[in-house]
């Protein structure tokens, strides 16, 4: 989490001199998950069992089939520790997941999936990292 400020201009004026009260505008600090607001990504709520299963079932094979062309070494080890990892984490804490995706709400791309960790404070953002693809900045 990280905290957006709000806005202070200065005007150059002083109220106070010209017999004016301070009229300023009530711009409220936030915070924000970091990665959520740097990548601009779209909240589209949690998702019920029948929903994320349906998009996990065609995201993940397109990544498979992806890796069975361009790392085929890959396949295997991501199709074993992705079935994993939806089995034994995000089917059992669904409710406590909320999902993104892109500016282009693409949901046919990766999805972002946010659970609040711990002390339910500490977002923890999960990706799968066969699906992305790197971006040399």
Not at 30 to 58: C, H, M
Not at 84 to 101: A, H, I, M
């Amino acid at each position: 989490m990280v905290v957006k400020d709000a806005v202070n201009v200065n005007f150059g004026g002083n109220p106070a001199a010209e017999g004016g009260e301070d009229e300023g505008v009530e711009d409220k600090a936030e915070k924000v998950v970091d990665v959520i607001d740097a990548f601009r990504l779209q909240s589209l709520g949690p998702y019920d069992k029948k929903s994320a299963l349906a998009w996990l079932k065609g995201y993940l094979k397109a990544v498979k089939e992806h890796l069975d062309t361009t790392a085929p070494e890959r396949s295997a080890i991501f199709q074993e520790r992705s079935s994993r990892w939806v089995k034994e984490v995000l089917l059992k804490r669904l409710g406590d997941f909320v999902f993104y995706s892109g500016p282009s709400f693409n949901v046919d791309g990766g999805l972002a999936m946010l659970a609040y960790e711990g002390d339910n404070v500490t977002p923890t953002v999960y990706l799968f990292k066969d699906g992305l693809v790197e971006e040399k900045c």
